[in-house]
């Protein structure tokens, strides 16, 4: 695997910033609120969720507008929210980019498991010494 910064195929490095923002629970929760429901104001957002003050939520959202996951605009007294599509399909192109990696990956390995296995089969079924007698 490529270390941080070194070109190759590493994440560009906003990518990174949108991984770690989604990492929390919360603010993912509040993207896939945003996803299904059109853009909300931090009022309607703060609606539904006990235990999270208007001041908690506003930070998580300031987090997730610093990723460049969601977008705001002031409504007069109220702040709009709604995630940004491009930034999202973004990040899926980066997941898919570590999928086809992997799925490299294991292809090769099943490839190098048969042929060590084909191998085996030709050489005839391995010989069991004693553990006393040393090669």
Do not use: N
């Not at 695997?1 to 070109?7: F, K, L």
């Not at 906003?14 to 429901?37: K, N, Q, S, T």
């Not at 957002?45 to 999270?52: E, K, N």
């Amino acid at each position: 695997m490529p270390e941080p910064g070194s070109g190759g195929s590493s994440p560009p490095p906003d990518a990174v910033a949108m991984f770690a923002a989604l990492g929390e629970p919360f603010r993912w929760a509040i993207v896939a609120r945003l996803c299904d429901e059109g853009p909300l104001s931090t009022v309607m957002l703060g609606d539904g969720w006990s235990g999270l003050s208007r001041q908690g939520l506003t930070k998580h959202l300031q987090v997730l507008e610093g990723a460049g996951l969601v977008d705001s605009m002031r409504l007069g007294r109220h702040r709009q929210w709604q995630v940004r599509a491009d930034r999202l399909a973004m990040a899926r192109a980066c997941l898919d980019q570590v999928s086809r990696q992997w799925d490299l990956r294991l292809q090769r390995l099943q490839s190098y498991v048969e042929g060590a296995q084909d191998e085996t089969l030709q050489d005839g079924p391995p010989t069991r010494r004693p553990l006393w007698i040393q090669p």
